[in-house]
């Protein structure tokens, strides 16, 4: 199983899934670029081109159209492109809608409809595709992955534990200490990953990537901005362009007062939404005049999908209905909507700030009990905490 692929799966985060712009744009001008094409001469696009010319000519070859769709999964991550995610799907249509695909199918099928938050379906594809085989890695990855982004703490540490002699050390660790850091063991979980990742001689760059932010992201947790920005920098060194690090060091950029990094950073990616939101929000913190034009693409996009009935953007929409619009009222409806959905840490930040500044009665609720259930030790989220008055 390609290391790449592992990784691609693995750390799946929520907000990757964000649209390209999604509202209709007729140019003014006919000599105005829309939109920079990939060349044909890259090598990604010549060995897509060689995958789908090869499964035109076979389109039910279930081998062939896997790697294809595989691909576009891993660069849908790598540039928060969905329509990638479309291409995926169109591959592997000869199976999509059977109750009992092949194996292969079961997992990417999973890994597609998670980055749509269909969550229960995803997790039924996967306990086929382990009841047929429980050797299977990527399967157990997979379902230990969804089951932490909605929260089942238990059940994620289970299929973690299953990759025991059947992963590499490193993935495993990196599996049990992704979910013991948001559940009561942070401090311990952060520093025996640390002490994983030392000891390995020579991980592949993608799990390398894997690692660094992840360990990023758990020291910014533990208030070690030092270690953190230390540890974003090296998975930087690793892959400048993928989205979802991109995205979470921006948040770290933003909360230490770090703004022109982030709009240096981000001002030629605003295609994501996830990336736009951003750099909408280090223009308004350095109190640009670009930020006004900024937060309107946002809004259409928003827009958009809210008239497609995509619920997928929840959080990032409450964070700009809070942030840039100053719509507590919206934003905290919104929190508690994405909230009922999927429950990393991203998502509880954003409730308890929705909810400190909205003083909903019921986002407080839930935000005093998930700390209780779930024992998170967060210093991001303490200016909320302190505000709800509800103890961490």
Known sequence: MPARFLFAILVWPALFSTAAQA??????????????????????????????????????????????????????????????????????????????????????????????????????????????????????????TVQMVTGDFPAAKASCMRLYSRAPQLIVQTCLSNIANVSGQGPASYRQLAATLAAQKDPSPAIRLWVTTLLAEMAARAGDTRAADAYFKAALAVDQADSYLLAAYSDFLLDQNRAPEVASMLKDKTRNDALLLRYALALAAMKSPDAAAQVDALRDRFDAAMLRADTVHQREQARFELVLRKNPALAVKLAKLNWAVQKEPADFRILAECAAASGDADARALVAAWLKQSGLQDATVLPALRQLKVAA
Request: proline share 8%.
């Open 23 to 144: 509202v209709p744009y007729i140019p003014k001008d006919g000599r105005q670029v829309v939109e920079h094409l990939p060349s044909r001469a890259d090598p990604v696009q010549r060995e897509l081109a060689r995958l789908r010319t090869a499964l035109n000519a076979q389109p039910n070859d279930v081998a062939l159209a896997s790697s294809l769709a595989q691909r576009y999964i891993e660069l849908a991550r790598v540039d928060g492109d969905p329509r990638y995610l479309g291409y995926a799907e169109a591959a592997l249509r000869p199976w999509w809608t059977m109750a009992t695909p092949p194996e292969q199918v079961l997992v990417l099928r999973a890994t597609l409809r998670q980055s749509t938050h269909q969550f229960p379906l995803a997790l039924t594809d996967l306990d086929q595709a382990v009841k047929r085989d429980s050797t299977n890695v990527q399967a157990w990855i997979t379902r230990a």
